[in-house]
T-cell receptor, first 115, second 110 residues
Framework: DTAVSQTPKYLVTQMGNDKSIKCEQNLGHDTMYWYKQDSKKFLKIMFSYNNKELIINETVPNRFSPKSPDKAHLNLHINSLELGDSAVYFC??????????????FGEGSWLTVV | GENVEQHPSTLSVQEGDSAVIKCTYSDSASNYFPWYKQELGKRPQLIIDIRSNVGEKKDQRIAVTLNKTAKHFSLHITETQPEDSAVYFCALFLGNQFYFGTGTSLTVIP
């Protein structure tokens, strides 16, 4: 009964390949995110979806394409993988905010290594 | 976007001592300030949060203080234990997204 689950957890692939990471949340949250954590541990927002609509699209190469078939799922597809894409990718979700933001819950992370 | 500065980037303390991590921000509209702990190889997990209508919140050995006038908030861990060793992230909510600090690697020396 994991709240935010993402697959695969580990992914090793060659440069130039295309890969996808899937994410699902069972918390009933309206908002989902993709974060990238590099070797320096910085957590960098990539995308945010609210009820399947893209609301944040940071400066990310267009090789990265998120897809949200419904508000419980947010998948990340990466084309033409490069060495610099090696990182941990965290999916996360939160409930739509009112006067205050609400807690953001992270998935377990997907360790992507491009060789 | 908002810039959240977090200090120090690394912190070593003796077991039993206190640890303090501070974050500063610039936009006074920020109203929600969570703290996350990330153990090695694990996901960031919420340990405590504070909303802008209070100045301090405590949960056992962990406390967070917020100074809205000065635009900074701090995490205080007392009586540190080896299992407190982790990377800690401050964050804030502004507009429609969360902004994270750059992380503090805390090592508690037994």
């Amino acid at each position: 009964d994991t709240a935010v689950s993402q697959t695969p957890k580990y992914l090793v692939t060659q440069m130039g390949n295309d890969k996808s990471i899937k994410c699902e949340q069972n918390l009933g949250h309206d908002t989902m995110y993709w974060y990238k954590q590099d070797s320096k541990k910085f957590l960098k927002i990539m995308f945010s979806y609210n009820n399947k609509e893209l609301i944040i699209n940071e400066t990310v190469p267009n090789r990265f394409s998120p897809k949200s078939p419904d508000k419980a799922h947010l998948n990340l597809h990466i084309n033409s993988l490069e060495l610099g894409d090696s990182a941990v990718y965290f999916c996360a979700s939160s409930q739509a905010e009112g006067a205050y933001g609400n807690t953001i819950y992270f998935g377990e992370g997907s360790w992507l290594t491009v060789v | 976007g908002e810039n959240v500065e977090q200090h120090p980037s690394t912190l070593s303390v003796q077991e039993g001592d206190s640890a303090v991590i501070k974050c500063t921000y610039s936009d006074s509209a920020s109203n929600y300030f969570p703290w996350y702990k990330q153990e090695l190889g694990k996901r960031p997990q919420l340990i405590i949060d504070i909303r802008s209508n209070v100045g301090e919140k405590k949960d056992q050995r962990i406390a967070v203080t917020l100074n809205k006038t000065a635009k900074h908030f701090s995490l205080h861990i007392t009586e540190t234990q080896p299992e407190d060793s982790a990377v800690y992230f401050c964050a804030l909510f502004l507009g429609n997204q969360f902004y994270f600090g750059t992380g503090t690697s805390l090592t508690v020396i037994p």
